[in-house]
């Protein structure tokens, strides 16, 4: 339901596409490359605005879930009770 853990799996997907083996040598420059990759994908507009719009499906799938959770997978959302729970 919250679209920054989205952000935060796409800064994580697209720093191991970036850099498989992460080359930091301190807190720091962790910090600049975390950041720079979030910057990165957050001004990918086409993927901000895919998970603005989804919003309106997130909150259905709630909804129609009973509260229970639910979770987006690929362009789909799968409830608890969704028979494509992996």
Known sequence: MKPTENMWSE????????????PVR????LWTLVSDTWD???L??????SL?????????SVVEAHE?????????????NSPFKG
């Open 26 to 29: 301190n807190s720091c420059e």
């Open 11 to 22: 800064v994580d997907v697209t720093m191991q596409a970036t850099c498989p083996v992460l």
């Open 68 to 80: 229970f959770w639910t979770f987006y997978y690929r362009g789909q959302f799968i409830s608890e």
């Open 52 to 60: 603005i719009e989804s919003m309106t499906q997130r909150i259905k």
């Open 44 to 49: 990918s507009q086409h993927y901000v605005r």
């Open 40 to 42: 990165e994908v957050a």
